[in-house]
C-alpha cells in the first residue's frame, strides 16, 4: 500500500499525511510535520478522505478554493499495516525520508477529528 506526505501551503504551512486504505487516502493535516525521533508526538487532524491518485499531486490550488495554495511532494513511498482499530493504526514506512514504524493515535481528550502521530519504537 502507497503514503504520501504532501507539504501544503495554504493559509499555514502544514503537511498532509496520507495512507490508502479502504479504497482512499485516509488523510490528516500535520502543522509541525512528521516526526522522525521515537519519542516525539505531533498533532493530526483528521480531514476529509481523498481519492486515489491524489497522491502524485502537486500544483497550486487557486485562490478561492478549499485548500487554496501550493501543493508539493515531501515524502511518498510504501507502508506495511501492523494494526488497524478505531482509535489506533500502527504502520512501517518506507520512504525516502520517512522509515520505520509508526503509530496514529486517536487523541480521545482533544476531540473526534484529533490524533497524535508519533515514530514508534521498532520490534
Known sequence: ?????????????????RLEMDGVLKSWAVPKGI????????????????ELGYEDFEGEIPEG????????IWDKGTYELESKKDYKIVFILHGEKLKGRYTI?????????????????EI
Open 65 to 72: 478554493q478549499y485548500g487554496a495554495g501550493k501543493v508539493e
Open 35 to 50: 516526526p522522525t525521533k521515537e519519542g516525539v508526538k505531533h498533532l493530526a487532524v483528521q480531514v476529509d478522505d481523498h
Open 105 to 121: 493515535l486517536k487523541f480521545k481528550k482533544a476531540g473526534d477529528k484529533e490524533w497524535l502521530l508519533f515514530k514508534s519504537k
Open 1 to 17: 500500500m502507497k503514503f504520501v506526505v504532501q507539504k501544503h501551503y495554504s493559509k499555514k504551512l502544514h503537511y498532509d499525511f
